[in-house]
């Protein structure tokens, strides 16, 4: 078997991974997923690791950061799916109302509103959007990581105003 220096490097550090997914988890098995979506982006972002830093701490950064983003995750789900088993009359007629027509409807508009962002705040807002973390979409378009953050937040500002009518009908309801 070949061994990989790189890989041992990391899988060393798997225990201490282990007792602080504990600590986010506390849930063995939910703590053993996190440790293994943790590696799984370790290995897949080695490159960016710069030799000689604290490896530990790189690795609990990448764990706290993927943690709190499918936390995020499951709130946003959860916000949508009705958990309890019995529904009521509004619940009901709010699904029964909406259709695969109003949903082409609102993405057509919603294409059309990013295409008239220029590129430089459309591009790293689509990347935000599928789910790119601020760093790397940083390293993607060569700029620093504050200048990201302010062109997803001036595209976010932008597209409020060009699809404001949607807002309005949302309060509505």
């Keep these: 078997m070949v061994q990989n220096p790189k890989i041992d490097n990391l899988t060393q550090q798997i225990p201490a991974l282990?007792?602080?997914?504990?600590?986010?988890?506390?849930?063995?098995?939910?703590?053993?997923?996190?440790?293994?979506?943790?590696m799984l982006k370790a290995i897949r972002f080695y490159a960016r690791y710069e030799d000689g830093t604290n490896i530990r701490a790189w690795l609990f950064t990448i764990m706290r950061n993927t943690f709190i983003n499918g936390?995020?995750?499951?709130?946003?789900?959860?916000?949508?799916?009705t958990q309890s088993e019995s529904l009521n009359?509004?619940?009901?007629?709010?699904?029964?109302?909406?259709?695969g027509c109003d949903n082409r409807l609102v993405m057509k508009d919603i294409r059309h509103a990013l295409s008239k962002l220029p590129e430089y705040l459309c591009k790293p807002?689509?990347?935000y959007i599928e789910g790119y973390k601020y760093y790397e979409i940083a390293l993607e378009s060569n700029a620093p990581i504050g200048t990201i953050k302010t062109r997803i937040f001036e595209a976010r500002r932008l597209l409020k105003k060009q699809l404001a009518d949607y807002?309005?009908?949302?309060?509505r309801c």
């Design 71 to 81: 936390f995020k995750r499951n709130v946003a789900i959860n916000a949508i799916i």
């Design 18 to 38: 282990q007792e602080f997914a504990l600590k986010f988890t506390n849930d063995l098995d939910s703590a053993k997923d996190l440790v293994q979506d943790t």
């Design 89 to 99: 009359y509004s619940q009901l007629m709010m699904s029964s109302t909406v259709n």
């Design 167 to 171: 807002s309005a009908v949302s309060e």
């Design 125 to 127: 807002f689509i990347r």
